[in-house]
């Protein structure tokens, strides 16, 4: 079906009716001023065009109006997250009840485990994935240390069998099943970083909901490039970054998922500051803490318009778009993408994503032979940028709102002369 020419990679760029996004990022050059073949959208999305003016107007406006651009700024300031809860929520497939832009992406992932982390004597164990992201191994490492138990013994890594690259959700049916008794979270990443692997999360929560442990989910490289359903899946909660796939710039802001049956209870430890206590009489200052309902209530303090105007510039893109067309495109750029690294005549690299496109989101992991990471060196002085992940893989992600099918197909064209 697909074809390994670059009149082919052309035509589908033809066919292609998101190809217009393209233009609306800044994609670094060479010093000839030819595009790079930008593959590190999981790690710092490119930057849209648009996203100047929008930090442009809250610059003008605090210019303007200094305090008072909390309220009269083109957009008001005391409200600015609420303007992007209903996008973001689309995203990740919630309700806008249940999802908050703030902090960042491993603070969140901590004021979440305040709430859902709560262990016993008896019951106090968590389960990530064995490939998890370190800040989110620490973190975890951390919450346990914190509340008194061996970091060691109180952590159950979900391991991909031996000889595999890939996590088995019934492995991970076998530890709660018998270990669930002493299981009280399950935290684990929705597409794993290294792998690429997109995991079933609804699976995921029914297998802890049922050893009443609660259920929380590590979106950082799931929100943008895949389409997780999060209210439907059932987790309890959720945090992602929106650097990555979300274009909103280094070290930007995160959002934050909390179902909606956890959404009014008051009763759930937490952690408190003015922004997560009642709107209505926050000003009254002297009142009595009273939380929010649902994700607002995690908030703690009022949050940075500037990185904010940022994600309101993306998230704007991606609603025009919609994530069905950004994952239809997404499915066929990453297939042709596989398809032509099969093509190769080599044994020295092995794509461990799963070729299901149902299992993956837009990331091909390459797997280099001897951990050679020369390859990645050589990649990136011939302006292919991928990134290298120890102990041995090159990850790869075209991503759909800006990488060109003629992109892939020259990545391959210097990755195969390298070979
Ligand atoms: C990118 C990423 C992080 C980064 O955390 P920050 O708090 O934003 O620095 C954490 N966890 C995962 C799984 C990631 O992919």
Not at 371 to 385: G, Q
Request: hydrophobic share 35%.
């Amino acid at each position: 079906m697909y074809k390994a020419t670059l009149e082919y990679a052309q035509q589908l760029d033809k066919e292609d009716q998101l190809s217009y996004l393209r233009d609306q990022f800044h994609i670094p050059k060479d010093k000839e001023g030819n595009d790079w073949l930008y593959f590190t959208g999981n790690s710092l999305g490119l930057q849209p065009k648009q996203t100047q003016q929008y930090i442009q107007q809250e610059l003008d406006d605090w210019a303007k109006f200094g305090v008072e651009g909390h309220f009269e700024a083109k957009n008001p300031w005391m409200p600015y997250h609420e303007f992007l809860t209903e996008k973001m929520a689309t995203i990740v497939g919630a309700k806008p009840l249940e999802v908050v832009v703030m902090n960042t992406l491993t603070t969140n992932l901590h004021l979440l485990m305040v709430s859902f982390y709560q262990p016993t004597k008896t019951k106090y164990k968590i389960v990530i994935e064995s490939d998890a992201f370190p800040s989110d191994r620490y973190a975890v490492q951390s919450q346990l240390k914190f509340h008194g138990f061996d970091p060691e013994e109180g952590l159950i890594e979900w391991k991909p069998r031996e000889g595999e690259e890939l996590l088995r959700i019934e492995d991970l049916e076998q530890i709660v099943s018998e270990q669930g008794d002493e299981i009280a979270l399950l935290l684990i990443g929705g597409v794993n970083y290294y792998t690429g692997q997109y995991l079933d999360l609804k699976r995921i929560a029914e297998i802890g909901h049922a050893k009443d442990c609660f259920v929380g989910i590590d979106l950082a490289h799931g929100a943008g490039n895949i389409s997780p359903e999060l209210h439907e899946s059932g987790v309890d909660f959720a945090a992602w970054c929106t650097y990555k796939y979300l274009n909103s710039g280094p070290g930007s802001l995160a959002g934050l998922f909390v179902h909606e049956k956890h959404a009014y209870n008051k009763g759930l430890p937490r952690f408190a500051g003015w922004w997560n206590h009642n709107k209505e009489t926050r000003f009254n200052m002297r009142q009595p803490f009273d939380v929010m309902p649902g994700g607002e209530g995690w908030q703690l303090s009022n949050p940075p318009i500037l990185s904010m105007a940022a994600i309101r510039s993306s998230l704007d893109l991606f609603d025009k778009v919609g994530m069905k067309a950004l994952r239809e495109k997404s499915e066929r750029l990453t297939g042709y993408f596989e398809f032509l690294i099969n093509q190769i005549d080599t044994d020295r690299i092995k794509v461990i994503t799963p070729s299901n496109p149902k299992e993956r989101g837009c990331q091909l992991s390459i797997q280099v032979k001897n951990a050679d990471k020369s390859l990645h060196h050589k990649l990136t002085e011939k302006n292919v940028i991928t990134d290298w992940r120890e102990p041995d893989v090159i990850r790869c992600a075209p991503v759909p709102m800006y990488n060109s099918f003629e992109d892939v197909f020259r990545m391959v064209e210097v990755l195969k002369g390298l070979l």
